[in-house]
């Protein structure tokens, strides 16, 4: 597969695996947090609940990271973790000790969103509109 770089508006590069799409969901994440003039920081071990840190200045705010979807006007984000124990699969929510946000990357939009763990906590996804709902355009 030739890529050249870089791309074209609306091209999109396959993505091959979950894993894959989490890295690239994350590094447009940290990326962004960055032209925010945010320092980014990454955990230096595997299998923390948070994929980065934010440094606010006045705190650092724990962020799991996740790839978003988009189908029309809604982006949605699958806001569970799964994993594989001696019981069999396993998926649960996130909690408010263990991250202080969650961060989505829709490729689609090229659009990164930043969620505070009080609209995630006990949820399996989370959808966001792009646009106002036909009937409230109507309305105003």
């Not at 999109?12 to 690239?24: A, C, E």
Request: contains cysteine; hydrophobic residues 40%; aromatic residues 6%.
């Amino acid at each position: 597969m030739r890529l050249d770089w870089p791309l074209r508006e609306r091209e999109h590069v396959f993505v091959h695996n979950p894993n894959h799409k989490g890295n690239v969901a994350e590094l447009a994440i940290a990326s962004a947090a960055s032209r925010l003039g945010l320092s980014v920081l990454k955990p230096m071990t595997e299998h923390e609940p948070y994929d980065l840190a934010l440094d606010l200045g006045s705190r650092i705010l724990r962020v799991q990271c996740k790839w978003a979807s988009c189908r029309g006007d809604v982006i949605r984000v699958h806001v569970v973790r799964c994993r594989t124990s001696r019981r069999g699969y396993v998926r649960a929510s996130y909690r408010a000790e263990e991250i202080d946000a969650l961060a989505a990357y829709c490729q689609d939009l090229d659009r990164c969103y930043l969620l505070s763990i009080s609209l995630v906590v006990g949820r399996a996804a989370i959808h966001l509109r792009t646009e106002l709902p036909e009937t409230t355009r109507r309305q105003r």
